[in-house]
């Protein structure tokens, strides 16, 4: 996808929800997530793609960056235990937008974590067409077409963090209930690290290790999401 629709694409999976359905759990060193490229593009039907464009065009009437490019979305894909396959395909970024048929659009979410455990938390700017005003963890955005979903982890981290992990691991496979499709991963960063945030944030902090100290901007879901993964080191 063009760089000027990663803004609107990020971040409609920082909250997890009271009931995903996880596909996959992991862990998995990047290495054993193996992701093959179908050459067709994925139709939506008629419906689906009716919503889409009202999705975008409100975008717009927002006044929100809403270039409606070409993204991942998962086709299949198979988990052995040891290592996680996905079968991904080209569909039509605004299709993830769609609240009640995503289609499997795929989207990554990198966590955080300082060399003693803590995450990085930022606050979305209020001009932004997603998330705006609210707090966030790590990073995260959609998967571009050819694109290696693990190095789409630390791309997104290094784009709206400038920084990059010492280790990676791959957490979850993850499937809202909108059928969007979201690819879990922590990044550790070396000792002493330190993060520039992108212009899409306008305040971060890092929140304890305890999720149980987390500030009251840590909304439940957050809080949720860390309570899953706080306990791997």
Request: one cysteine or more.
């Amino acid at each position: 996808m063009p760089r000027v629709g990663r803004s609107v694409a990020r971040r409609y999976l920082v909250a997890v929800p009271q009931a995903p359905g996880i596909l996959a759990r992991g862990p998995w060193e990047p290495e054993r997530v193996k992701a093959v490229w179908r050459a067709d593009e994925f139709q939506p039907s008629s419906s689906v793609s009716e919503a889409a464009d009202v999705a975008i065009d409100a975008l717009r009437k927002r006044g929100s960056p809403s270039y409606d490019g070409v993204a991942a979305r998962r086709a299949d894909g198979e988990n052995d235990g040891e290592r996680l396959r996905l079968e991904l395909q080209p569909v039509r970024w605004a299709v993830r937008l769609v609240s009640e048929h995503a289609a499997g659009s795929l989207s990554v979410l990198c966590l955080v974590r300082a060399a003693d455990g803590s995450w990085l938390a930022g606050r979305r700017a209020g001009w932004l067409a997603t998330w705006a005003g609210r707090w966030a963890l790590g990073a995260g955005g959609s998967v571009e077409v050819d694109e290696d979903p693990t190095e789409a982890l630390t791309r997104e981290l290094l784009e709206e963090w400038s920084v990059e992990p010492v280790r990676l691991q791959i957490e979850a496979l993850i499937q809202l209930p909108s059928e969007l499709v979201l690819l879990v991963g922590q990044a550790w960063l070396p000792d002493g690290a330190t993060v520039s945030p992108d212009h899409e944030h306008d305040e971060y902090a890092w929140w304890p290790a305890d999720v149980q100290r987390w500030p009251q901007e840590a909304d439940e879901p957050l809080r949720r999401l860390g309570a899953l993964l706080g306990d791997v080191k």
